[in-house]
């Protein structure tokens, strides 16, 4: 896993180090974002699935800031975003990616591209790409497609393909790596970025849905605020309509709070039996 990184790292110096244009656009790209663009707020909605984008960045070998980058280029750091191309999640993952690539579940009552799961599959798609094409060729595959990127020069310079590729993927490179030189900036004035203590999915849990529960009544059984069980499971289309058998994430120290209480009251009547007999 670490000769992984040191590659994607080694691949990051090389490509944009040696091209001047690129090495020039990303500094311009870097002012513009600094200027124009709230890119803390974004690092910030992060820390709320920081252990979702470490975990990629495990077993991936990419570099958790490059994962953040994409992140933060795609969907400023909303998991419930969606593109006007049906594009959603926090790395904006089509439909046909999402479930033929990376068997992310879909259907009429849940997408899990919402959900901060989507990352690692994400992540792991990125990596191949970077791999097959190289760093800016893959992020611009990551963008438009592959076949695009099988249509042009693949030693050619970033400059010289631009001509052959419409303006947003020309510069999605440029802004992710911008994004990513922004990152690491960002966690060297602030070391505590990410911290799991601002992880709301870190120490989360897992009901299954039986006949007639619903998000109210599952807030009610397990005291737990609505409001935090709909930011837990941003995959669910419709609050009103869950199924038997569905999968809902419940922080895990209420869940077992509740079970503690439950066996406690269960232990309690069986003493209270025994003294009755």
């Known amino acids: 896993m670490f000769s992984i990184f040191i590659n994607s790292a080694k691949i990051d110096k090389i490509e944009t180090k ?19 663009f709230d890119y803390e707020a974004a690092f910030d909605r992060m820390k709320e699935y920081g252990s979702y984008i470490n975990n990629a960045s495990n077993k991936t070998g990419l570099p958790k800031c490059l994962i953040e980058a994409v992140i933060g280029v795609e969907s400023e750091g909303d998991l419930k975003k ?11 993952l089509m439909q046909s990616i999402a479930t033929g690539v990376c068997k992310i579940k879909i259907s009429r009552w849940e997408d899990y591209r919402f959900h901060p799961e989507s990352i690692e ?21 990551y963008n438009a497609g592959e076949r695009i990127i ?33 990152c690491e900036y960002h966690k060297k004035i602030n070391p505590n970025i ?6 709301i999915y ?11 529960y619903t ?6 059984k397990y005291n737990i605020p609505v409001n935090l069980i709909k930011k837990l499971n941003p995959q669910i289309k419709d609050y009103n309509k869950l ?3 569905q999968k809902i994430f419940i922080p895990k120290i209420k869940k077992i709070a509740k079970n503690i209480e439950k066996n406690k009251k269960n232990i309690s009547k069986i003493k209270k039996r025994r003294k009755d007999k």
Not at 133 to 138: A, H, S, T
Not at 215 to 220: E, L, P, Q, R, T
Request: hydrophobic share 35%; with cysteine.
């Open 202 to 212: 870190h120490n989360t849990d897992f009901i299954s849905i039986k006949h007639g």
């Open 194 to 199: 990410g911290i799991s203590v601002y992880d």
């Open 121 to 141: 599959c994400s992540a792991k798609f990125l990596k191949a790409l970077i791999d097959r094409y190289g760093l800016v060729l893959g992020l611009q595959a």
């Open 215 to 220: 998000i109210w009544g599952i807030a009610k």
């Open 243 to 245: 199924y038997p058998g």
């Open 150 to 182: 099988n249509e042009i020069n693949k030693n050619a310079r970033w400059k010289e393909n631009c001509e052959r590729l419409l303006p947003e993927t020309c510069w999605y490179p440029v802004k992710v790596l911008a994004m990513k030189n922004l």
């Open 82 to 92: 969606c593109s006007h191309k049906d594009a959603c999640g926090p790395m904006q």
């Open 18 to 36: 040696t091209d001047k244009n690129l090495e020039w656009a990303i500094k311009k790209q870097v002012e513009f974002y600094k200027n124009h």
